[in-house]
């Protein structure tokens, strides 16, 4: 946070890199104290889904970008936990958390980790466009985080009418931001750490 301006200002690429490698280091650290890793079976989660203390999907898909960053071992176990977390239905942060993975680290993954979360991505990714989901200039993390969607999926599934949506939605959000100079909800640590 610039303090002079009350302006909140991405930290720079250097910074964001040192910040992410500790975050990822504490990830890492504390979810290998919740989940068992046995030789054969790549994902033994203590908790049930359904249990309070379980990590919900977004949570599990955001984990993945710390295991992905790291050694194959770690890269192993970031492939295991995201093929076990399962969409059963559409959640927008979720799905553009799989978009962003896939786009990330979509080329490292095991062939058949890649595949799954393809067609995760192709059964959801369509309902990142719907009305429901317009930039409004209020509480803007979810249509920000489908038009994420849109543009990634459109991309990977070589889906050019995902595409152009979420370049319909990117200029709406452009011109709201113009109009306003900030985005409500998108602008904290929480989306730039």
């Not at 770690?74 to 959640?91: H, S």
């Not at 962003?100 to 979360?117: F, I, M, N």
Request: aromatic share 6%; hydrophobic share 45%; charged share 20%.
């Amino acid at each position: 946070m610039n303090t002079a301006s009350g302006i909140f200002v991405a930290p720079a690429p250097a910074e964001l890199a040192a910040r992410r490698k500790v975050i990822y280091q504490q990830v890492i650290t504390a979810l290998d104290g919740v989940l068992e890793w046995e030789p054969g079976h790549p994902l033994v989660d203590r908790f049930v889904d359904s249990a309070p203390a379980s990590p919900d999907k977004r949570c599990r898909y955001s984990m993945a970008f710390a295991y992905l960053a790291g050694d194959e071992r770690q890269r192993q176990k970031g492939a295991a936990l995201l093929e076990a977390t399962e969409l059963p239905t559409f959640d927008n942060h979720a799905v553009a958390i799989l978009a962003t993975l896939l786009k990330v680290h979509g080329s490292q993954l095991p062939a058949q980790t890649r595949a799954l979360l393809l067609e995760r991505l192709a059964r959801y990714a369509a309902e990142a466009g719907t009305e429901d989901f317009r930039v409004q200039g209020f509480n803007d993390n979810a249509p920000m985080h489908c038009l994420t969607t849109l543009l990634f999926a459109g991309d990977l599934l070589g889906n050019r009418a995902l595409a152009k949506l979420g370049l319909e939605r990117l200029r709406d959000a452009v011109a709201m931001l113009e109009r306003r100079g900030v985005l409500g909800e998108m602008n904290s640590p929480t989306y730039t750490a």
